[in-house]
């Protein structure tokens, strides 16, 4: 039985893979920052070659699968591989990092850990049919018949995964650029290691607001994150509250997002929008947005870390104090 199936489950299979990479390619900074949220590795450029690496394994091994071209078996030992390594890597995150989204399929499909682990675990189990059906298919020596559909068959797979390949270098061809910063830093602003903040200047309507100078409530936010979205709602509130510093916020997105982004929020704050990697780097320990500093002359004071801020929370950490666990200094 599972020697008639094998075929068309790997197929699916490579199918799967592909669209995975696809949709990872589309956004490969988007998916750079999911990489990030796993919490295993923070340096910037080194999750965007992760991102570009595990989005080209994906495609090959997809390829691969949907071609037939099983080199003796290590298609499938390595595509087993690759799902277990997932699998122990989201529940990690998941148990340890607090992992809401696994990027399985980039910014496209939200998929919790979870419904990831899960997913996993029958694909796994697809690829154990596999396995078993073609060691299976593989004893009988096919007759005259038997070997023209199958060659056809053969031909096919060849035909598929060259389409898989072409819709992935697709998807990297249409992906979306880094998103680019804003360019309106003063002349001077160094944003050195101990005073990280310094050279950006968000604005707010025109006005620009020099972070290398005051004290300062600065919102890291993406403009495409729900959670965030959500904050600023509550950051609109807190403006208007007797002291509390001034509020910025540095942001992640493109120039869609962050139109998309203003219409639905209409921040009441200054905002700038910076370069991926540079936004990643100022997370510094937190997995993703939204993360609150405040900031003293370009230095950060103390960090809060919290993904739904209540507006008690925000002021308390505004004026002084520190809500357990998740403020440090």
Not at 10 to 26: M, R
Not at 33 to 43: H, K, M
Not at 252 to 259: H, L, P, Q, V
Not at 300 to 313: A, G, N, S
Request: proline residues 6%; contains cysteine; charged residues 15%.
């Amino acid at each position: 039985m599972l020697a008639r199936f094998a075929r068309p489950i790997e197929i699916a299979l490579g199918a799967l893979f592909i669209a995975s990479a696809a949709s990872k390619a589309l956004n490969v900074y988007g998916f750079a920052v999911q990489v990030a949220a796993y919490g295993v590795v923070r340096d910037p450029s080194a999750t965007l070659a992760i991102a570009y690496a595990m989005i080209s394994i994906e495609a090959v091994l997809g390829a691969a699968l949907l071609g037939g071209m099983r080199f003796g078996g290590l298609t499938v030992a390595a595509t087993a591989a690759l799902l277990v390594g997932f699998t122990g890597l989201i529940a990690y995150a998941w148990a340890f990092k607090g992992l809401a989204d696994c990027g399985c399929f980039g910014d496209y499909v939200k998929m919790g850990p979870a419904s990831s682990i899960a997913k996993n675990i029958v694909l796994l189990a697809m690829t154990w049919a596999v396995w078993s059906g073609l060691r299976a298919k593989s004893a009988p020596v096919p007759t005259d018949g038997e070997s023209a559909p199958r060659a056809a068959l053969g031909r096919g797979g060849v035909v598929l995964a060259a389409l898989g390949l072409a819709a992935v270098a697709t998807a990297f061809a249409m992906g979306k650029p880094a998103p680019a910063s804003e360019s309106n830093a003063p002349a001077g602003a160094i944003g050195k290691d101990d005073a990280p903040f310094a050279a950006f200047v968000p604005t707010l309507g025109g006005a620009p607001v020099a972070l290398a100078q005051g004290e300062y409530l600065v919102a890291m936010l993406s403009a495409s994150c729900d959670h965030c979205r959500a904050a600023t709602q509550v950051l609109n509130e807190l403006v208007q509250t007797p002291d509390v510093p001034q509020i910025a916020a540095l942001m992640m997105g493109t120039k869609d997002e962050m139109d998309d982004y203003m219409a639905a929020t209409d921040p009441q704050f200054p905002t700038q929008s910076i370069e991926v990697l540079q936004f990643m780097n100022l997370l510094g320990e937190a997995s993703a947005p939204p993360c609150f500093y405040i900031v003293r002359d370009g230095r950060e004071v103390r960090h809060l870390i919290v993904e739904d801020p209540t507006f008690e929370q925000l002021l308390e950490f505004a004026t002084g104090g520190q809500t357990a666990p998740t403020a440090a200094k």
